[in-house]
């Protein structure tokens, strides 16, 4: 039977799993996370109580029925489902695995990746102090383990996820002190729109929660620094719409710029990428289905950031279009019908790129001291003078700049710094180009790929 | 006299340096960035323990310009000479190993012989099972990303002419010397220097000097970085392909080897790692470092590097074309000879002639043997 | 809620929810610590601790960022065996955990 190795068990991983499931194919699952549901519908461990309705809020529903639908697969025993493991490279149909303790390889005839998406963040001076988080970061605590990061928390940056944090923190009872967006409520209108024309009711829901936030929240703030002392943030440094300066006193600082598709074995798969001014990032090149390459389609955040309920749809989308090149049946009404919803969603989604954009002239200001590679150490100023020998391309600039070489390979630092050689240069951030992928996606323990070898 | 280097790695970005410096007219030219082919992949080992001893005069020259090299070059190519260490596991290895050291003292190499118990005193947890092991203090390493960007940097200081991302369509040879006619323009000079890398065998073969040449990509990977407690560049004495490793100052452990290279086609030339082969390399790397168990590997890169089929290079006057010289195809060990050849082709092309022996590495051998064989 | 460590460190975490499991041990720099089963091995550092680990290139200390192991921030060192990812790793009764590397690695001094 021909083998589908599905990567990521997430609403778009999940969708796609239980489509080849209904044809007859019998796909393989493998999942970072210890249960299947992905980030925004993450399952805390198995000994935790707290109903769906308290950790979805009004998403419960579909994160029940998601998380209903991957364990009837396994009761039924339609999957393989290999979670705690990441895929980490990929050689000619084989995809090498590690978990904690163990490497393994996994075989495959196609590959559908649902890889997600993590916090877009921009630099802020100070960001690198213990005590300066991701809003991903923020819920993850909060939904997973219970705990919020600190005991005064400010939250910025921009993005529905800002909103929606802040409102599921206060809920729990955290202390928020400030909710801060670096967009201006009139970009934030202009996108609004949109986003209501396609979707009513979500953008309905999310002016709700933030009406909650009251006057903690402001709109078309500027970050300037974050004050840090031994024991990490002390205070946000910010000013207003109106220029004016602030002070907010905290222990604890949670940002984001909404989302940025995780893309680095979609890389290695060999998918061709285009710089999106939509999102302001690097995204796979598909067909409408999620068509990559042969063999290989994308579904989910990973693709395009549509957001859970896009997720599900793509899923079940490049899952169709997986079955219809492996010549079995699928039902053409059911795919033209969820292509058409994908595209109110594209809509939507379009809407929400646009109404919280990506801080561009903040990052333009980073003062030169500033961190910007966290992994590294590496500062706005010297990424500066490394342009000089480097020239405007983000790979070079990574060879003898080092941004983008620590553990966690550019993910968080590579958009800013495209942001920054883009300035010195005077090129757009396209011609800068995109960090090359290179294994491992996650870094390896030795002790787990030697495991492997091992076993041989 | 006017020379244009093709090919813009350590070999070529060191020639330009050191031409320049003689006052030559220079321009140097790359298909793609400079350093960005064999050199930026390289493993960074200055080492002459294990050498082919053809090479051991040259890479005295290369050791004695490495330790000049933040003079020369206005900045740190972080040459640090931490020394070698080779560990030894078999008395086969050993052996061959006091064989080498015998036969390379001549030229200028010192190896101490160390037992376990002084492998151990001097380097806690670096190959606990190593029945001896050779250390030599004055080699060590530098930073292969940094070199031949530096090296062209300051050649240009120097008044050369950089060229990348300007691939060659065509070399012609004319009374003058050659025209070389570029994505970015045409370039004429009466000498011309082929530094070409594993792509230099298209270039010999064009006038006449056949290479037996192929491509291979190393696997090379580095650690997150750790504390920094481990000086030396550790190797092995081994007669199958020994794992080697470094850690630099930052504190990453870099490593290769232990594992076949990679087939690369030259076009286009981008190298690709294969995972299947990291656990198999690791294993062998455990061996020399038992705690890099600990620890996980954070990225994994390759390069296209040239091997000959007699694995010595190809460095001097061309044997069919006057005013041609060339000097590729380093085998996967020309990153220590890097400066060396460089100050060395600088040398034979102002002045006609060098000290240094390069009979071994003639580029006409091939045509030689075939011409005998006939 | 607030816990002072033997240093008079405060812990960074606060738990809001879901304490009523079972506790569970652990060390931390030699210094027995308590958790709930349940716990990462970040949320059970950062209840009694303000960092989980030093920064490699600068002088602060780190607690981990994204907690999805996207950004690796939160790597620790255990006394002995591999380093473990803190935020993806569940604790378990007795880990020995350092917010520092051993002094022993890569060996032992003579």
């Known amino acids: 039977m021909t083998r589908v190795l599905i990567v990521g068990a997430g609403p778009a991983g999940i969708r796609a799993a239980a489509e080849l499931a209904g044809a007859g194919l019998r796909p393989v699952v493998v999942d970072e996370g210890a249960r299947a549901g992905g980030q925004i519908y993450r399952r805390p461990p198995e000994m935790f109580s707290r109903p769906a309705k308290v950790l979805y809020g009004s998403e419960a529903g579909k994160a029940g029925a998601l998380h209903g639908l991957f364990d009837a697969l396994l009761a039924e025993d339609r999957v393989d489902y290999l979670p705690n493991r990441t895929v980490v490279g990929l050689s000619d149909g084989v995809a090498h695995l590690v978990g904690p303790e163990i490497g393994e390889r996994c075989t495959f005839d196609r590959l559908i990746l649902a890889t997600g998406a993590m916090d877009r963040v921009a630099p802020v001076p100070g960001w690198q102090a213990a005590g300066v988080y991701t809003l991903g970061a923020a819920q993850i605590a909060l939904k997973a383990q219970g705990v919020a990061l600190g005991r005064r928390i400010v939250l910025a940056g921009s993005g529905p996820l800002l909103t929606l944090v802040a409102a599921q923190l206060l809920k729990a009872g955290a202390d928020v002190a400030a ?153 053409p009404a059911a795919q033209s019908r969820d292509l058409k919803r994908l595209r109110k969603m594209r809509r939507f ?67 800013a710094a495209a942001e920054l050689i883009s300035e010195t240069t005077r090129l757009s951030s396209a011609e800068v180009g995109r960090l090359r992928a290179q294994p491992p996606v996650r870094p390896a323990p030795v002790a787990a790929l030697v495991s492997d070898h091992d076993e041989d | 006299m006017a020379v244009i280097v093709l090919g813009g ?43 082919h001893l053809s090479q051991l005069a040259l890479a005295r020259r290369s050791l004695d310009l490495w330790n000049q090299a933040e003079t020369l070059l206005g900045r740190d190519v972080e040459f640090r000479a931490s020394g070698h260490l080779r560990l030894i596991f078999d008395a086969e290895s050993l052996a061959d190993m006091r064989k080498f ?62 060229v990348d991302s300007a691939p060659v369509s065509q070399i012609r040879r004319n009374t003058h010397g050659f025209t070389v006619e570029t994505a970015r323009g045409n370039f004429e000079a009466e000498i011309l220097l082929n530094c070409a890398g594993g792509w230099g065998t298209t270039i010999a073969a064009q006038f006449g000097e056949p290479v037996p040449l192929n491509t291979f990509g190393p696997q090379m990977g580095v650690t997150e970085p750790l504390p920094h407690r481990i000086l030396p560049v550790v190797g092995v004495w ?39 082969r990291l656990p198999v390399q690791l294993g062998a790397l455990s061996r020399l470092l038992p705690a890099i168990r600990d620890v996980s590997v954070i990225r994994q890169w390759s390069g296209c590097e040239g091997y000959v089929e007699d694995s010595l290079p190809v460095v001097g006057a061309s044997s069919t074309t006057p005013g041609l010289f060339h000097a590729f195809g380093f085998c996967g060990h020309g990153f220590q000879l890097g400066p060396g050849v460089g100050a060395t082709m600088a040398e034979l092309i102002a002045t006609g002639r060098t000290e240094i022996e390069l009979e071994p590495f003639s580029p006409g051998r091939f045509a030689q043997k075939n011409t005998t064989s006939q | ?49 303000g960092g989980l680990r030093s920064a490699e290139f600068g002088l602060e200390k780190r607690a981990g960022f994204c907690l999805m192991g996207a950004c690796q921030d939160c790597w620790m060192w255990q006394e002995d065996g591999p380093r473990i990812r803190a935020c993806s790793t569940p604790l378990k009764a007795g880990m020995r955990l350092l917010t520092d590397p051993p002094k022993t690695w890569p060996g032992e001094l003579p």
């Not at chain 1, 109404?355 to 333009?364: D, H, I, K, S, Y």
């Not at chain 2, 007669?239 to 076009?267: C, K, L």
Request: aromatic fraction near 6%.
């Open chain 1, 179 to 331: 909710v801060l967006d670096t967009a201006p409520l009139a970009t934030q209108m202009r996108g609004g729109l949109k986003m209501a024309l396609a979707r009513p009711g979500v953008t309905a829901r999310g002016l709700m929660l933030r009406a909650r936030l009251g006057r903690r929240f402001r709109a078309g703030v500027s970050l300037e620094r974050i004050e840090t002392g031994p024991s990490g943030p002390k205070a946000l440094h910010w000013y207003d719409a109106a220029g004016r300066s602030h002070t907010t006193t905290c222990d604890t600082v949670a940002l984001g710029w909404h989302l940025r598709a995780e893309t680095a074995l979609a890389d290695l798969a060999g998918s061709a990428f285009d710089w999106s001014e939509t999102w302001a990032q690097w995204l796979p090149r598909t067909d409408v289905e999620g068509r990559a390459a042969d063999g290989l389609y994308l579904a989910g955040d990973g693709l395009r950031i549509l957001g859970a309920d896009g997720a599900e749809l793509a899923g079940r989308v490049a899952a169709r279009a997986c079955l219809a090149d492996l010549g079995l049946s699928t039902d």
């Open chain 1, 349 to 415: 989604a379009e809407g929400v790129a646009s109404a919280f954009p990506w801080p561009a002239q903040m990052v333009r200001d980073l003062p030169d001291e500033t961190v910007l590679c966290r992994c590294e150490g590496v500062t706005a100023g010297e990424l500066r003078d490394t342009v000089p020998l480097s020239g405007p391309d983000a790979n070079r600039v990574k060879s003898l700049g080092r941004v983008g070489m620590g553990r966690c390979q550019g993910r968080y630092c590579q958009l």
């Open chain 2, 9 to 51: 790695g350590l070999m070529g970005a060191a020639s330009a340096f050191f031409l320049a410096q003689r006052g030559v007219q220079v321009t140097l030219v790359d298909r793609r960035r400079i350093g960005a082919g064999a050199t930026v992949a390289s493993f960074g080992n200055i080492r002459r323990s294990g050498r």
């Open chain 2, 101 to 162: 050291a015998e036969a390379a003292r001549p030229f200028g190499l010192d190896l101490d012989e160390l037992g376990p118990g002084e492998i151990h005193r001097r380097f806690p947890g670096l190959g606990p099972s190593a029945i001896a092991a050779s250390f030599s203090p004055e080699d060590g390493s530098a930073n292969p990303r940094l070199v031949a960007p530096a090296f062209a940097a300051a050649a240009a200081a120097k008044g050369a002419m950089i």
């Open chain 2, 238 to 276: 081994s007669r199958d392909h020994g794992a080697y490793f470094r850690q630099v100052e930052r504190g990453n452990i870099v490593f290769g080897g232990a594992v076949e290279r990679v087939p690369v086609d030259p076009d286009p030339g981008f190298a690709q790692v294969d995972p299947a």
């Open chain 3, 1 to 49: 809620m607030s816990r002072v460590n033997a240093a008079g460190e405060k812990g960074r975490l606060i738990r809001l929810a879901e304490s009523d499991r079972a506790p569970l041990p652990f060390y931390l720099d030699g210094v027995e610590r308590q958790a709930m089963q349940g716990d990462t091995v970040l949320t059970a550092v950062l209840l009694s601790a």
